[in-house]
């Protein structure tokens, strides 16, 4: 059973940091492909930074310059560091695992597993 867990969501004020953690279990890090996507209310779901299976990244323009996304193959953990935050960053935040070496960070359909999301609040 493959379970996705999002963390460190929260309210920060604009040109502040978070950094969001995406635990997994019943997968291994080591062979997936991993992505965030963020979504707000009424919007689609927009897809912002992934990383390969060996850890080479891809961003969305939106994100491009502030925001960093690692994993930690032996925690089984995925990062996504984002600095100098904006209002429009407010979003719920999702993690997702595709069974494969690469994903495309804005493809959904190139992802099999997904979090629950964490909430990110910039003011």
């Known amino acids: 059973h493959v379970q996705l867990v999002e963390s460190g969501g929260g309210s920060v004020q604009a040109g502040g940091s978070l950094r969001l953690s995406c635990k997994a279990s019943g997968l291994d890090y080591k062979t997936y492909c991993m992505g965030w996507f963020r979504q707000v209310p009424g919007n689609e779901r927009e897809g912002i930074a992934a990383t390969d299976s060996e850890g080479s990244a891809s961003y969305a323009d939106s994100v491009k310059g502030r925001s960093t996304i690692s994993k930690d193959n032996a925690k089984n953990t995925l990062y996504l560091q984002m600095n100098s935050l904006k209002p429009e960053d407010t979003a719920m935040y999702y993690c997702?695992?595709?069974?494969?070496?690469?994903?495309?960070?804005?493809?959904?359909?190139?992802?099999?597993?997904w979090g629950r999301g964490t909430q990110v609040t910039v003011s």
């Open positions: 997702a695992a595709g069974d494969g070496f690469y994903c495309v960070y804005s493809r959904p359909t190139d992802y099999v597993y």
